[in-house]
């Protein structure tokens, strides 16, 4: 998993008021917490831009006055109708601890259903994983190379590594659907099929 690293500043003071001035100057409050000190801090909005806003994960090394803190993001809230950050929670990381993140999906291979006209849903972006730090995985593989038509690929079936996974093992990660089209070429050649007999 590849690490971004971003800057905070230790803040002064807190509370909803100092809270709102610091989003009046395009910065984010946030918390890291899970080590031996919580530290309240602000970052720049701008700062999240290359990590929140796309299906990656990345480890987050927040430099605080010539400390770094090596984190993960563990929760973050928006602003309900204008989307603006409003806070942010960062997990400090313990080499020797395990941590549970949510990790996102990538399909490996090429699908016979897929091949033959199906369509790939997909019902699961990522799944929950438990793991120590130097474990966690950018992504978790998922093989597809023999999902055919009206099948579906489930959580135990995809590859984790030296994670384990804590996502509910019998659900769904992809289905092949027929498309009404397809189905329809397949109803139109049964009788075909039934004369040639």
Do not use: W
Not at 56 to 68: D, R
């Amino acid at each position: 998993m590849k690490t971004i690293e971003i800057k905070g500043f230790k803040r002064a003071n807190l509370g909803t008021t100092e809270s709102v001035k610091l989003r009046e100057e395009a910065k984010v409050p946030c918390v890291i917490y899970g080590g031996k000190e919580q530290l309240h801090i602000a970052v720049d909005m701008f700062s999240f831009r290359d990590f929140v806003y796309t299906p990656n994960v990345f480890k987050i090394s927040i430099s605080v006055e010539g400390k770094k803190y090596n984190t993960i993001l563990k929760e973050i809230q928006f602003h309900p109708v204008s989307d603006m950050i409003l806070h942010a929670d960062f997990l400090e990381l313990d080499e020797n601890k395990m941590v549970i993140m949510d990790i996102p999906v990538k399909f490996i291979g090429s699908s016979p259903g897929v091949m033959k006209g199906g369509k790939l849903v997909q019902k699961m972006n990522k799944l929950s994983v438990k793991a120590l730090p130097k474990d966690l995985p950018a992504s978790i593989e998922v093989d597809i190379s023999k999902l055919d038509l009206n099948k579906s690929i489930k959580v135990s079936e995809a590859n984790t590594g030296k994670v384990t996974i804590l996502s509910n093992p019998s659900n769904p990660i992809a289905t092949i659907t027929v498309p009404r089209g397809l189905k329809n070429e397949a109803a139109a050649e049964e009788p075909k099929a039934g004369k040639k007999k």
